[in-house]
């Protein structure tokens, strides 16, 4: 039989989000119930709960940085037991059977992958997300969570830790690459954390300079404020990745001037505006612009055991429900230390 989880809904764009309830299905024989007992606010839950992106259904139930422990399990599932800690982030399924999806790239599911929240299964039921005592997912799409990391601090790695690893792995992050993270927030910082594991030269490139001394301690080795003109003259052409986490309008070309011949620059925030730069950005040192979303299940799974083996975790301040609303507005005015988790006890 279906359950009903204690939840924080939103209603309506302007709503907020008050407590509720959310019906989850019953557990199949592949579906894995889980005692959800962190969630990470991300950004993107602010965007669907205030209606400011297009398609989104009400009632809402946000969240996608899910840590939590195993409660039940169908008859025929082998990847986890009950009582293992486990997560879930931006995805729950997908096609399974396009090229992308058979390489471990669900995110790319030619058929689109489907959502934690705002999105509807293979039963034809909405999904709801994290902001919930609990929720059931395929045994496929759920992550083991390594015990060298707590579960606070996992939870914003399922989103914001592998949205920046993905990258960082993909263009090769490590020992004689000088790599910049544009942006020092929740995804940020886990970008420099990152990076710094994995032997990279580290740069931080930010509006201003108070958050200088977190970077370094985090593993930075170059901070910069974007505020200021000889920043971008004393770094033309000394880098060879470039990460961009703002959601704010930048100067692409700006940025591009700033990496070696063949660099990359590659976008992971999303700028409100279109971007536009110039083809001599790119054709004048064979610089590329690129994009990424989060990581497939496997590189996932991947990120967390070497966030686990290298003492990686994000910065976290844990909250009550009650204070959703409020981190909301913290969020956007860039008042949290680095990502702000939800007790799911208190939902």
Not at 228 to 248: C, W
Request: with cysteine.
């Amino acid at each position: 039989m279906p359950t009903i989880a204690n939840a924080y809904v939103a209603s309506s764009p302007t709503s907020g989000l008050e407590p509720g309830t959310v019906e989850r299905r019953d557990s199949g024989d592949f579906d894995v119930r889980i005692s959800i007992k962190y969630t990470g606010i991300c950004h993107s839950d602010i965007h669907a709960a205030r209606g400011e992106w297009s398609g989104i259904n009400y009632p809402l139930v946000v969240g996608h940085e899910i840590a939590g422990v195993v409660e039940a399990i169908g008859r025929k599932v082998t990847l986890h037991a009950v009582g293992d800690r486990v997560g879930v982030g931006c995805f729950v399924d997908s096609c399974r059977d396009c090229v992308n999806c058979c390489e471990g790239e669900q995110q790319y599911c030619l058929q689109g992958a489907t959502s934690t929240y705002n999105s509807f299964g293979r039963d034809g039921l909405p999904t709801a997300g994290g902001y919930s005592t609990s929720i059931v997912v395929d045994e496929n799409y759920v992550l083991s969570i390594p015990d060298g990391i707590s579960l606070q601090d996992a939870a914003p790695l399922m989103c914001a830790g592998i949205t920046m690893y993905s990258p960082l792995r993909n263009w090769r992050a490590g020992p004689r690459k000088r790599v910049a993270i544009i942006g020092m927030g929740g995804l940020g910082h886990m970008g420099v954390k990152i990076a710094a594991a994995m032997g990279a030269e580290v740069t931080v490139l930010s509006q201003s300079l108070k958050k200088q001394e977190d970077a370094l301690r985090f593993g930075a080795q170059g901070y910069y404020s974007t505020s200021e003109p000889e920043t971008f003259e004393y770094l033309k052409g000394q880098l060879d990745l470039i990460i961009s986490t703002v959601s704010a309008d930048i100067d692409v070309d700006a940025y591009l001037s700033l990496l070696a011949l063949g660099g990359t620059m590659v976008l992971v925030g999303l700028p409100s505006k279109p971007l536009s730069q110039r083809a001599w950005s790119l054709i004048a040192m064979r610089r590329n612009l690129a994009g990424s979303k989060m990581g497939g299940i496997r590189q996932t799974q991947e990120m967390l055991e070497f966030c686990a083996a290298n003492g990686l975790g994000a910065e976290v301040e844990v909250i009550r429900a009650g204070q959703i609303n409020e981190a909301f507005e913290r969020v956007l005015g860039s008042d949290v230390h680095y990502r702000f988790v939800i007790d799911a006890t208190t939902f």
